[in-house]
């Protein structure tokens, strides 16, 4: 499997270049506009990949992306969830869809939560196996946290049982084996998660167990501290989201 995890450190962002090593045939997950278009398209051409399809695991609100513009650009489909109320010209995800890239295979989860339309990516290399190898977690489960809840829809009840939501999907996603590991879209000081988000962009399932406050809580307490440590929101969060629904970068 070829793998190139590219980041923008200013706000605690990864994107994901992923591709069978054998065929070159990959994805793009989560491009970043503060890294651009012909980043991805340079770094792709480095690497040996030939991206086929550019994924996106929720409508971010707190950086803009590029997706809509790097699918364009190269003629591929912008793959993103149903439950995502996009305008733009994409291609609909659901659970448990199965993308294949060569060898390398990436079955949906929807685990939403962080917003309604958050996916998670299980990514297995079917030349080594078939158990998963990682998972590109969105911001649905972090490194020591979990994403909040609250800024597709503020709202109070809303953000209620977003978090619910929340604490199903994390739960879903520790049903993977531990070795698998976890690449979440954001890490460090992002403000898409909680005050316990560690400055390492990875970890793997099985410490996550572990080593992370929010997946030992019950109900209510999850739901409970969710709410009570929320950070302030990112600056401009309804302006991005609005801006990446609609596909401008
Ligand atoms: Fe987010």
């Given at each position: 499997m070829i793998w190139q995890t590219l980041q923008n450190p200013e706000l605690g962002c990864n994107s994901y270049l992923i591709g069978?090593?054998?065929?070159?045939q990959g994805l793009v997950v989560d491009p970043l506009e503060a890294l651009g278009v012909d980043h991805y398209v340079l770094s792709a051409q480095d690497l040996g990949i030939d991206i086929q399809m550019v994924v996106e695991t929720h409508v971010h609100a707190d950086h803009a992306s590029c997706a809509s513009e790097l699918a364009k650009a190269l003629g591929v489909p912008h793959g993103i969830s149903h439950a995502a109320p996009a305008t733009f010209p994409h291609q609909d995800l659901k659970d448990q869809e199965v993308l294949k890239f060569g060898m390398l295979s990436v079955e949906v989860w929807e685990t939403p939560g962080h917003t309604p339309d958050s996916i998670s990516l299980i990514i297995r290399d079917l030349r080594r196996g078939?158990?998963?190898?990682?998972?590109?977690t969105g911001d649905s489960l972090f490194v020591g946290d979990v994403g909040r809840p609250?800024?597709?829809?503020?709202n109070e009840e809303a953000v209620l049982e977003a978090a619910k939501k929340q604490h199903a999907s994390v739960h879903r996603l520790m049903g993977l084996p531990d070795g698998v590991e976890l690449w979440p879209a954001h890490y460090g000081?992002?403000?898409?998660?909680?005050?316990?988000?560690?400055?390492?962009p990875h970890s793997t399932i099985g410490y996550e167990r572990e080593a992370?406050?929010?997946?030992?809580?019950d109900l209510d307490t999850f739901v409970d501290q969710t709410l009570r440590l929320l950070k302030p929101p990112p600056e401009d969060a309804a302006k991005l989201r609005e801006q990446n629904l609609a596909g401008i970068s």
């Open positions: 069978d090593e054998v065929t070159g078939t158990v998963p190898w990682a998972v590109l609250d800024l597709a829809d503020a000081s992002s403000p898409c998660g909680g005050i316990f988000m560690n400055k390492s992370n406050p929010f997946l030992t809580m």
